[in-house]
């Protein structure tokens, strides 16, 4: 074991030492590494970062049960505003010793209110000054980080001396021990083939870095053979580099999760933001990160040189002809397919997925790119001729050795594909989000919901008065049980109060309409039986006219509901808007936030288009940033191959050079031979992106979409940078091609 | 005393026949010359009695022990115990420091890096190149390289130094400077000295040259 360790101890010693060219390497490895690193890193903190979320969560949840009368009393309040929710809760301490909830240093009085610090962000900037009316209570301070789920959380705690004692506002204690709700099976699903995904770069990366400065690790090798030191010795000094490189890998990963960890909270996705301090990776898993990426290292580059004959004479590569054979190269392909296809429809908002297929079949999918590209691009360039001498010069280079150059662009293509298809995903949610904001937008009333308490007659009025209020109209909303077991929202109205929910053409008193509900749902029909709620009469279903609206379910004038017992159902007042006025549900809502948590509005026809764009702008603007990375890895692979062939082939470029060739030539020669599988690897990761887009989209019961214009930018970028790793090679084709080229040592 | 003797060797690269029935016989402590024209299989031979290439036929045995029959590590481990070498050129770790070149093949075969580091030290300054202790070979002049190289060669103790055309890189000063101090350290140490060149002044430090022609090797008939 000692013997091993000196050994891997030497190659980083001579990896370190050195000329500035095995800095060089050394950094181009460790950089590249630590990128992949970061990354992993930050998948690995996803699991701490949702735990500590739950655990938040779960600190604030009341414990409803104690001995003795209640020392507190909680009425959850929920505020939407604009497109932001706003929530939090309304308490009254009935004994001085009443608990607190987490997150604050005392529980506020009557008039007195917490927030979180974006909330007074918002409360404090000129968008809040229409939120204002709505907390008139002084601002006695803010949450700490224990009382919120994310820095971003719109949330309060106010002080309401007016709460009377009901049987379900009772606190005697707060926080719930046991388990949380832990990642969603989703997020952990894309963690699992994000890591898997991220992965296949690195393995790449080290691959390459094995061969970077190759002649003279060479000659390094056979030194140490010819003083004695084994085959098997020699190729473990070999790997001590790239365990050297994976170390420095390290170190720069760990920096730079640890340099992005403050900007966690900038996150503009309620949903995502977490706090810096959550952003910490789990102990296993740091683990996992810390041993797997070194011993992968060592074990790629043992792997990397395992045609690699390494003499006391010099370094022998075997260049027998690989004949590369297609049947098991599509098999993962077929797999991966097959699998995700057996899940179409499967998944959906209430059902949770069956990891194992679509893990597996995504990695398959993923798996297959880098297993058909060596044979895909040597069977391309087996058959170009090339007609010009550029493009001859590299296909015969290519001919010779295509399996490095697909290798190296393979790992690049699994990301590409990876980022197509999320291009895709994210375009297909983006698109049932938009038609769902379009659907919306035809209508434009306020639902108000309210406590018991409530006085309705008061309530109207107010509303009727508010700026922007055109009309008010109550309705009684209840819910019927259908034979499958399946609920029908039921709302019965006058025509005029039905008018504002759904398209109710002639209607008069005694008509039903139906709105019918989303696909893969059951929907009430004429003569169905149902149950209503809390009422022991059923109820059979009259001729419904089908018809269009925001919210499914039935719509009955009251002589249609006839039968219908409506005893214990809801009152809910609809105010129909003028589309004239600005921010009308806002101006609404504002009239009768004097009733606080004692009313609930839900606004039909709010333009979320914008919130919604800038949701979408994020998710998109971080993907490219990634993929940017991802590519400029792939660039950096590209150039170390570019610049070993260059030197490598020093004198035989020398030479030609020398009979005449022109430079220009060459250049091109670099550029095919950088092009050439480049643009083949792009081709089968867009179309491997775009089929596994397709698959998944289904898996999900989604609408496919595609982001031409997306694929469009990551493929222009990809163009891009054959261009620009051309260009940096061409200073050292300068070199080569001069007359000290012809110099053998 | 026979210390290294190979017989009948056979040595083709593809269809060039380097070695036809080469032989020779290496005794304890004495300094053979190989001497030949280009092309003529000196090289050759050197590596098959060293064990780096193995021939096609033929026997190279060293102390009663078959080199052509040894496994790999088996030959890396005499290379390392037994053996040193002296090449033109590009033997040397480019990455490591002189000091640390000399001391290599101590640390490969286990001693610590002090007692590693303190013989290369004697070493180098026996060859006078203690100077350059610190330095990497690509900071050193050619005979300093060179120097250091047979340092290197020595430091383990070995019995047979092989040295392949070491002055041919080297003017003819540094050249007289480095065979003397190679044969005067190595008849200090009794150790046997294999010295390939096809320069007369080079072979003029040995005790005894064989002549290699067309692959075929030829005893000279004197002895200095």
Redesign the interface.
Known sequence: MN?VL?DLA?GV???V???RK?WVRLALQGVGIGMCVAVLLLAASIPTAFGNRDLRGNGRDVVSEGAGPAPLLLEHGSMPFRSHHISGDYVRALTPDAPKPPGVQRLPADGEIFVSPRLAALLASPEGELLRPRFPQKIIGTFAEEGLDGPQDLRFLAGDGKIEPSSGNRVHAFGRTGPGGGLPPILSMLSVVGAVVLLFPVLVFVGVATRLAAA?RD??LA???????????VRLIASGEALAGALVGLVIGFGLMFALRPFADDIPIPELAVFPADLTPTLPLTLTVGVAVPVLAVLTSVFAMRRTII???GVVREQKPVRRRLWWRVFPALAGAALLASQFGKVDETSEPAQWPIVAGVVLLMFAIPVLLPWLVERVVHRMRGATPALQLAVRRLQLDAGTAARVVGGVAVVLAGTVTLQMTLAGVEHEVKADEAAEANYRHLAVSMHEAVDVPELTGVLAKAPGVVSVQELTRTYGTLPNNDYVAIAVGSCAALESMAEVPDCSDGKAFIVPSEKSRDDAEAGDVLGIEKSDSPWTVPRLEPSAGSRPGLYLTPAAARGMSLAEATTEVQAELDTALPDAAEHARNAIAFHSWRVYSYYVGQDDSAEIEQVFFAVRRALYAAALLTLLLAGASLLVVGLEQVRERRRPLAVMAASGVPRGTLARSLVWQNAIPLVISTVVSVATGILLGVLVTRVFDGEVAYDWTGIGIVTGISVGMVVLVTALTLPSLRRATGALGLRT? | MSLLVAQDLHKSFGRTRALEGAGLTIRAGEIVAVMGPSGSGKSTLLHCLAGILPPDSGTVTYRDRELTTMSDSARSELRRTEFGFVFQFGQLVPELTCLENVALPLRLSGVKRRDAERAAREWMARLEVDAVADQRPGETSGGQGQRVAVARALVTGPKVVFADEPTGALDSLNGERVMHLLTTAARETGAAVVLVTHEPRVAAYSDREVVVRDGRSRDVEFVR
Do not use: I, K
């Not at chain 1, 030194?223 to 010795?233: D, E, F, K, N, S």
């Open positions: 013997r000196s030497l010693r001579l990896a030492g050195g000329s095995s003279q000659r390094r030194a140490l053979r010819l003083v004695g030191a084994g085959a098997v010795r003499e006391p004479l040592e």
